[in-house]
Nanobody, 127 residues
């Protein structure tokens, strides 16, 4: 049974930073593309970032590009989202997601392309 366990959410002031972590189990992580999505209250879920199975290619939503960094450590079966210069509009529940048996050079930006999802972690940006 595949499982994604997230951590790192919390409350931060505008301009601050948080680092989200997601540990995957139950599948071969090295063949898995990983992504982060978020959903603000009353809004649709939106794409944030994704990283290819080998970590070679990262893709970001325009709203976070230059501020957020996705990375992975396959030895630890873990994907990270480093969030810098956080803004109030970044407030949302952030979800880690996995695409198993992913193509090597393909970036997945649609939520319905992914197979498993974490429980979500709340990120609140407020002064």
């Amino acid at each position: 049974q595949a499982q994604l366990v997230e951590s790192g959410g919390g409350l931060v002031q505008p301009g601050g930073s948080l680092r989200l972590s997601c540990v995957a189990s139950g599948r071969t992580f090295s063949s898995t593309a990983m992504g982060w999505f978020r959903q603000a209250s009353g809004k649709d879920r939106e794409f944030v970032a994704t990283i290819t199975r080998d970590g070679a290619i990262t893709t970001y939503a325009a709203s976070v590009k230059g501020r957020f960094t996705i990375s992975r450590d396959n030895a630890k079966n873990t994907v990270y989202l480093q969030m810098n210069n956080l803004k109030p509009e970044d407030r949302a529940v952030y979800y880690c997601t996995a695409k198993y048996q992913a193509e090597l050079y393909r970036s997945y930006v649609r939520g319905d392309e992914y197979d498993y999802w974490g429980q979500g972690t709340q990120v609140t940006v407020s002064s």
